[in-house]
């Protein structure tokens, strides 16, 4: 509890409360019924508060109603030695329950640590799981062809040994795409990315993204729809070319050959959305929901599957941007990719005095 | 002097890179001088006269920034630089210091290559007087300030085409914003980078077949802009 004399506090003024209302009820309720109001005010800081605070409300309660209610009134004198046992009573119930909700609270933070340390725990193993997954295979693929190469590359015919190295060529862009996302993710989880904003156009980052990914996108059908008004955005424009990269790459890779792709930019309000939208197979509500989170492989996700970062980047870059990143399902079974970027004011546009 | 018999110098400290660098290279008909450190490659340069140099970013003995400003301080020759992915700043801090193209490793040779060309290409080409760009359908007579497109003409503005000047200088190869927007707008407007977005957007809608899928004014996300032409081998 960051403020215990919060607690204290709180068990004086119960000890108050409890002293008004019994002094309304003396006239017409028995004493006994005031002792039960004192003794709920215990419980209830008890409940609330820590041990410290619990043992001062019994002891303000007890002396309270013994000072106010217990004959002879207004003295501390107990005449009847039953109301001894009331006060012990009370002091119980205090010990008894701020003990319980200790070791409570106590067990809640075991358990905490242990889902934190198990959470923790989840994420190593799956990365390790994923590495020895995404990058072995590339590995002994390149061993395998390297080495044929190197020891028997004159008995093999110029096109196998074209085609070998085109596949370590492959596998080693492949692999070192992976390692850069694995790095990539890491300094965005441990805050070691400063933000570089400058002013951008997304329809010009949207085509650097596809030319970039022309290779990769060759058996889709692409469309690009931008309004000519789009407002310019303040961002990181490597940062968000990587997200919509990761988006473009995400769809490329899950939906099959001859499907349209398509990049489109929205204006709404003071956002800017920007989606990816698929015309695949769709995904199932669980997915998503989690589709954009660390290691998250759907249903249908084969052997074209990636290390599984590339979502979880893009979120992690666009909430970077104060923007946020979410999946939902198009009519029809595709699915649409977006994220959202605030739209700040809109810059002095350039004046250009000569007449041309 | 011709292309194929240029010889370049390559400042690079990892064996390995400096090994494939060297076979490719020298595939092409280049003839190759190495060094592993920036000390070695200033010595280097100064005595081989390359025609240009290869210089790493993360030399042992000091920074590869140093060695572009040195060289710049008493030769002209292209110089490309090999910088780690997510080093936007020293890319641009290199390109800034007088490099003129960066290539990010890991690289394939193909494209180290196309810099390379271009990179000799724009040494070769300083001083002809050349001045027609063609990029497709298009047209551009820098110094009469003309352009066409499909024979009719377009109307560029004054400003775009002290950009496309300024582009041009540097044909094939990047030219970052702060080039750019010192050369076309003056050394106050260096932060003004939405000028560029606005006027490139221009230029490609009125030059580009494909404006939002542009072949000529290339982005270089986070760098600047690079204009590739047609006839890159005049």
């Known amino acids: 509890m960051a403020r215990p004399w919060i607690g204290y506090a709180c068990a004086a003024g119960a000890a108050l409360l409890c002293t008004l209302i019994g002094l309304a009820m003396a006239p017409r ?15 209830v800081i008890a409940l609330r508060f820590s041990r410290g605070a619990a043992i001062l409300s019994s002891v303000l309660c007890v002396a309270a ?35 319980l909700m200790a070791s409570g609270r106590r067990q809640a933070e075991a358990r905490a640590a242990l889902m934190l340390e198990a959470e923790t725990e989840r994420i190593r193993s799956t990365l390790l799981a994923s590495i020895s997954h995404d990058l072995r295979t590339p590995l002994a693929v390149m061993t395998g062809a390297s080495s044929s190469l190197a020891e028997g590359g004159e008995r093999l015919s110029p096109a196998e040994r074209t085609a070998l190295a085109q596949s370590i060529y492959g596998q080693a862009r492949d692999m070192s795409e992976q390692v850069a996302k694995v790095l990539q993710m890491t300094r965005l989880e441990t805050g070691g990315i400063a933000l570089d904003r400058d002013w951008a156009a997304i329809p010009e980052i949207a085509g650097s993204v596809l030319a970039r990914l022309s290779e990769r996108l060759a058996h889709h059908r692409l469309m690009v729809d931008f309004p000519a008004d789009l407002p310019l955005v303040r961002v990181d424009t490597t940062l968000i070319d990587q997200a919509l990269a990761n988006l473009v790459e995400n769809a490329a890779r899950h939906t099959p050959a001859g499907t349209v792709v398509r990049v489109r930019g929205q204006c709404r309000g003071s956002e800017l959305v920007v ?4 015309f695949g197979i769709g995904i199932d509500d669980h997915d998503i ?23 979880a980047i893009c979120r992690a870059i666009v909430q970077l941007h104060q923007g946020k990143a979410w999946a939902e399902r ?15 004011e809109a810059p002095l546009p350039p004046s250009e005095a000569e007449s041309a | 002097m011709t292309e194929a018999r240029a010889t370049i110098l390559v400042i690079e400290d990892a064996p390995e890179i400096r090994r494939f660098l060297r076979s490719s290279l020298g595939a092409e008909g280049y003839k190759v001088v190495e060094s592993s450190t920036a000390r070695r490659g200033l010595i280097d340069a100064a005595t081989h006269k390359p025609d240009l140099a290869v210089v790493d970013l993360g030399l042992p003995d000091f920074d590869g920034l140093d060695v572009i400003r040195r060289i710049r301080e008493w030769s002209p020759m292209p110089i490309l630089v090999l910088s780690a992915r997510a080093q936007e700043r020293a890319k641009i801090d290199a390109l800034d210091a007088g490099a003129d193209d960066y290539v990010t490793k890991p690289f394939g040779i193909g494209e180290l290559l196309a810099r390379v060309r271009a990179a000799l290409r724009h040494a070769v080409r300083i001083g002809s007087g050349k001045n027609n760009l063609t990029l497709e359908d ?24 002290r950009i496309i ?32 977005r606005i006027y490139m957007k ?23 802009y690079r204009l590739v032409a047609d006839d890159e081998s005049t």
């Not at chain 1, 109603?65 to 009134?73: E, R």
């Not at chain 1, 198009?330 to 700040?344: E, K, N």
């Not at chain 2, 030219?175 to 050394?187: D, K, Y």
């Not at chain 2, 404006?211 to 760098?223: A, S």
């Open chain 2, 138 to 161: 298009a047209i551009i007579d820098i110094e009469a300030r003309k352009a066409t497109r499909g024979g009719k003409e377009v109307h560029l503005t004054p400003i775009e085409f």
């Open chain 2, 165 to 196: 000047a300024c582009l041009a200088k540097h044909l094939g190869m990047v030219v970052t914003h702060r080039q750019l927007l010192s050369e076309v707008w003056g050394p106050t407007h260096l932060a003004d980078t939405h000028y560029l």
């Open chain 1, 289 to 311: 929901e989690h589709v954009f989170e660390k290691f998250h492989h759907g249903a249908s996700a084969g052997a074209g599957r990636g290390v599984g970062l590339g979502l």
């Open chain 1, 29 to 43: 309720f028995d004493i006994v019924n005031i002792a039960m109001v004192y003794l709920l005010a215990v419980v």
């Open chain 1, 275 to 278: 989606s990816v939208e698929d």
């Open chain 2, 202 to 224: 221009q230029l490609r809608d009125k030059l580009e077949i494909d404006p939002v899928r542009p072949r000529h004014f290339v982005t270089e996300t986070g760098v600047g």
């Open chain 1, 330 to 344: 198009l009519p029809g079974g595709g699915t649409a990719f977006r994220f959202t970027l605030p739209v700040d």
């Open chain 1, 65 to 99: 109603f013994d000072f106010m209610f217990v004959p002879p009134q207004s003295t501390f004198t107990v005449e009847d030695v039953q109301y001894l046992l009331t006060f012990a009573i009370m002091l119980a119930v205090a010990l008894v329950i701020s003990g």
